[in-house]
């Protein structure tokens, strides 16, 4: 079967908007296939025209309430949405998750928007990567915006970031230690920052502590940062945000800028595809799973040290660059 | 300078428990320097005999109160134990972090006692290792109880407990939407659950909700966890925690699981140390600066894609199987 043959009608269709198609080429290109990955080469050239807006927050924020309200306001002005729901949760705690996707259920049957959910557990530094492809996906498709939804302030969360244009950070009012519940790197990765539930207890003593903390940022436009605040549920300050959201992405549609941020973002994910692939190359050619399976056992009973045993096994391989250096040394000796 | 020859004396203070000899190990495998390896070369056959124990939970839990009572009820058992907080916080948001730590002050003048932080942001897919590093030089200088502690829900905490022989998960009551809060996979990683706070309102409720929600866990052990109750300030439930950890540890101690355990852990370790090293060997030798910044400079103008520019890169490495593979294939056709 020929790959380029067989993945070209299926391009054409993506790229025509095709929900299906649409669907299709996500699962190829998640099962890390040929055939998903001929997709992404074909359909690279024809990327980075949406708008990628990330949305974290802790858990009981209202973020799915808030991107509902989002949505709608996006599809009034004719805009398809796309939205991947990055899901960091187990298995048997789907009850939560499925809430979150319950309220979504308005906009289930409208082909404008596009969800899909993502597993992250056991997606070591992938969470990223994984995120990117589906983007360039919902891109080719045609979908002018892109939500990128997290639960939490850890590693997942900064990962998002280096793919979305935009991160909106949304915060709920009266969790106790306010400001403990922000410390984890939140401050620096928001663009804007949503006090939501803001018809709740303690939601101006919350803006006004955020204030404090990034006035205190050695970053200018850090400290700048604006804060707005909405009720998702009655849809309260829900066009305030998207008017602050159409003043950001102006900004940040300012041309030096942006290029500069697609260049940085272009060099991480082509080390990352590097660095992959050269780790399942080698696992490929030169390290079975049986000889893995020794090492281990000797690292347990402590007769080796994993960092001996690492060198020995990179000793095998040979980078031509390398191999030249070493011959001059040769000579030189 | 030889550095066997240097790490040596370092090596023999370090094993004797000496604390100065510790910190400069520690900052010397945080540098990634040579002495720092050869160190860890050197200590590696002595290590594997401390108590490792993760504690982690959403901020404002009361993790870092909670291990203060826990250190001094180890102390006065005469145990040494060392502290490493692993610690996702930006720069400019270290006030509540230094909250955390002033709690710790009681132990700070204590030998038996050694606090080590650990930055994580940039180290992606590091955490782990990092840990793994840090760990070992303390069960090495005689640590028989090593503390992890992290702050939220993210990857990191997935990470640490690759580490730890025995997880507490710490949860405060009354934040509002309890279920929620607990949704991000730390279900299955908790060997103990502490409900922290006990004396606040919704203590109750949040036990009776989380043993609703292990019950539901295919994995009969998972839906066993215990759940604990505590009152950190107070010293409440502190003597049935310590207790707790004993019998876990006790379970734990189990001659056959803890080999698999520890085999599980020795080959994660040992492919981490090879894919990194192949990442830098291939950095060094075939792939400049100026090339990746070509390369992303063409990836961003979309006139190239990054999986071919990946694989194009990957063509130079050749790796020693793979070449007689190749040569019989040759042969065959």
């Not at 928007?113 to 990223?128: D, K, L």
């Not at 997290?150 to 793919?163: A, F, I, K």
């Not at 050695?218 to 008017?243: H, S």
């Given at each position: 079967?020929?790959v380029?043959?067989?993945?070209t ?13 649409l ?11 040929p055939?998903?990955?001929?997709i ?16 974290t927050?802790?858990?009981g924020?209202?973020?799915s ?9 996006w599809r009034?002005?004719?805009?398809k ?28 049957l409208?082909?404008?928007?596009f ?11 992938g ?11 919902l ?13 939490g ?17 949304v ?8 400001i ?16 939501n ?6 939601a101006?003593?919350?803006a ?5 903390m ?9 400290a ?13 300050g ?10 950001r ?6 041309a ?11 060099r991480?994910?082509?080390l ?9 190359r080698?696992?490929a ?27 020995e096994?990179?000793?095998r ?13 040769g000579?030189?000796?």
């Amino acid at each position: 079967m020929n790959v380029a043959g067989s993945a070209t009608p299926l391009v054409r269709r993506l790229v025509s908007g095709d929900a299906k198609a649409l669907a299709r080429s996500i699962s190829l290109v998640e099962a890390e296939s040929p055939e998903g990955r001929a997709i992404l080469k074909a359909v690279y050239p024809t990327t980075g025209r949406s708008l990628v807006v990330g949305i974290t927050g802790p858990p009981g924020a209202g973020k799915s309430s808030l991107v509902s309200r989002m949505v709608a306001a996006w599809r009034r002005r004719g805009e398809k949405v796309g939205i991947i729901a990055v899901d960091p949760s187990s298995a048997f705690s789907g009850g939560a998750i499925l809430g979150d996707r319950i309220r979504m259920q308005e906009h289930c049957l409208d082909a404008g928007v596009f969800i899909r959910s993502m597993a992250t557990r056991g997606h070591f530094g992938g969470v990223s990567r994984a995120c990117r492809d589906v983007v360039d996906l919902l891109d080719a498709a045609g979908f002018g915006i892109i939500l990128i939804e997290t639960v939490g302030v850890g590693q997942d969360e900064v990962e998002v970031v280096q793919v979305a244009d935009l991160v909106l950070v949304v915060l709920p009012p009266g969790q106790g230690d306010d400001i403990q519940a922000i410390k984890a790197g939140i401050l620096e990765i928001a663009d804007l920052f949503v006090i939501n539930k803001a018809d709740r207890e303690g939601a101006d003593r919350l803006a006004s502590e955020l204030q404090a903390m990034l006035a205190l940022s050695p970053d200018p436009q850090t400290a700048r940062t604006p804060i707005l605040k909405t009720v998702a549920t009655t849809g309260e300050g829900v066009e305030e945000l998207m008017a602050g959201v159409d003043r950001r992405r102006r900004r940040k549609e300012n041309a030096a800028a942006r290029r500069e941020k697609e260049r940085r973002r272009s060099r991480e994910r082509f080390l990352e595809l590097f660095r992959e692939g050269l780790y399942r190359r080698a696992r490929a050619a030169c390290l079975k799973n049986s000889e893995v399976d020794a090492i281990a056992e000797d690292l347990a009973r402590r007769k080796r040290d994993p960092y001996s045993a690492a060198e020995e096994v990179l000793g095998r391989v040979r980078f031509p660059v390398a191999r030249r250096k070493a011959a001059a040394n040769g000579k030189r000796r």
